[in-house]
T-cell receptor
Framework: AAGVIQSPRHLIKEKRETATLKCYPI?????VYWYQQGPGQDPQFLIS???????DKGSIPDRFSAQQFSDYHSELNMSSLELGDSALYFC???????????FGQGTRLTVV | GQSLEQPSEVTAVEGAIVQINCTYQ??????LSWYQQHDGGAPTFLSY????GLEETGRFSSFLSRSDSYGYLLLQELQMKDSASYFC???????????FGTGTLLAVQP
């Protein structure tokens, strides 16, 4: 069965650089969530999309932006990277108001 | 606003039963989900309670009491592979915001 695909799996960037993380949800899933998980921390909700429109915002820094495209894939753009942005970034997808979210394997971002 | 509370760590032995509690304060509450996450892995869905009472799925059961804003995850016949973090996550329904609790790190010992 198709799963949520995230790319890249690993990314190393320098401070002040820009990073783009991609998420390909499960087909026919119209809702996408993004999370940031620091070492030893719980997943922090960043932002969600439904039918290509932003539907909810969490603790997403102003330096980050995200969008969902016509093919339902989503991208998280991170600018002016800081050391504290080093974390695992997860994307999850679900059909609207379904109670089970399916997570991708995550992108591990390291800022040096 | 929203707040969630879980114990930070729980230790148990193989074959035992363990209960992980979750208390929540949130608006627009529809139900409570539970997720398991192994170290370095992705969260995976375990169960969902949309109604008060107990839901059983194999060795795992989950309980919800809306009047007490409380739920728990019960793991039976513990196995070493159950060592992981467990998160409760209230489901808002009307909003697309799946928020995780602080997580409980379960260590299963031989």
């Amino acid at each position: 069965a198709a799963g949520v695909i995230q790319s890249p799996r690993h990314l190393i960037k320098e401070k002040r650089e820009t990073a783009t993380l991609k998420c390909y949800p499960i087909p026919r899933h119209d809702t996408v969530y993004w999370y940031q998980q620091g070492p030893g921390q719980d997943p922090q909700f960043l932002i969600s999309f439904y039918e290509k429109m932003q539907s909810d915002k969490g603790s997403i820094p102003d330096r980050f932006s995200a969008q969902q495209f016509s093919d339902y894939h989503s991208e998280l753009n991170m600018s002016s990277l800081e050391l504290g942005d080093s974390a695992l970034y997860f994307c999850a997808s679900t059909p609207l108001r379904d109670t089970e979210a399916f997570f991708g394997q995550g992108t591990r971002l390291t800022v040096v | 606003g929203q707040s969630l509370e879980q114990p930070s760590e729980v230790t148990a032995v193989e074959g035992a039963i363990v209960q992980i509690n979750c208390t929540y304060q949130t608006s627009g509450f529809y139900g409570l989900s539970w997720y398991q996450q192994h170290d370095g892995g992705a969260p995976t869905f375990l169960s969902y309670n949309g109604l008060d009472g107990l839901e059983e799925t194999g060795r795992f059961s989950s309980f919800l009491s809306r009047s007490d804003s409380y739920g728990y995850l019960l793991l039976q016949e513990l196995q070493m592979k159950d060592s992981a973090s467990y998160f409760c996550a209230p489901y808002g329904g009307a909003t697309n915001k799946l928020i995780f609790g602080t997580g409980t790190l379960l260590a299963v010992q031989p």
